[in-house]
């Protein structure tokens, strides 16, 4: 489902490629999400920190090549399915709550399975309901999820398990992340999580 944006903008997105079909720019979105997971999980160590600078780090090693507002929070308010994200108008002080609140608080390591599923869940669900980026705030989220579960020891979450009717609890454990109900996502990522 495309983001329903301000009237003056169009469906397909201005790009630094010039890309006219939704099938060329989704594929270059592909690549570029692809080749940044993989830089980055090549150098992650235990010392890595996940803060407001590495989820934009992951947007603009991902889209730079395509967006001029890759690595950068957007500047107009998004909604998705009548759900409204965060006001871009505040999204600086959003993220830097996000970080000073729950990032910073992350461990360096994981004493058990639980405490994981718990903080990605957590991390996972606020970045969503924050959706700092024009585009691509759902891959980001997935990239920066697999790589804590990596740093921990984990092989990367299954996302691919969550099905058309299990998308649909993925978006109300979402939904339930803005109340700070976090319980939906972290059942969703337990699912998800391999052994």
Not at 12 to 23: A, D, Q, R, T
Request: glycine share 6%.
């Amino acid at each position: 489902m495309k983001y329903e944006v301000p009237r003056d903008e169009s469906e397909i997105l201005s790009n630094k490629l010039g890309l006219k079909s939704l099938e060329e720019i989704a594929i270059a979105e592909f690549e570029g999400f692809l080749q940044a997971e993989i830089i980055l999980t090549e150098s992650l160590h235990r010392r890595t920190k996940f803060n407001t600078n590495y989820i934009l780090k992951i947007h603009k090693l991902a889209l730079a090549h395509l967006y001029t507002f890759a690595g950068k929070y957007r500047n107009v308010n998004i909604s998705k399915g009548g759900f409204l994200f965060s006001s871009a108008r505040f999204l600086k002080e959003s993220m830097k709550q996000f970080e000073d609140e729950i990032l910073l608080k992350l461990p360096s390591d994981y004493k058990d399975k639980e405490t994981l599923i718990r903080d990605v869940a957590i991390v996972h669900g606020e970045l969503l309901f924050i959706h700092p980026f024009r585009e691509g705030n759902g891959r980001t989220a997935r990239i920066l999820a697999n790589l804590m579960v990596r740093k921990a020891g984990f092989e990367p979450l299954e996302f691919e398990k969550i099905n058309e009717k299990e998308f649909e609890q993925y978006i109300i454990a979402v939904q339930s992340s803005a109340a700070k109900n976090y319980e939906p996502m972290i059942d969703l990522i337990g699912k998800i999580l391999p052994s």
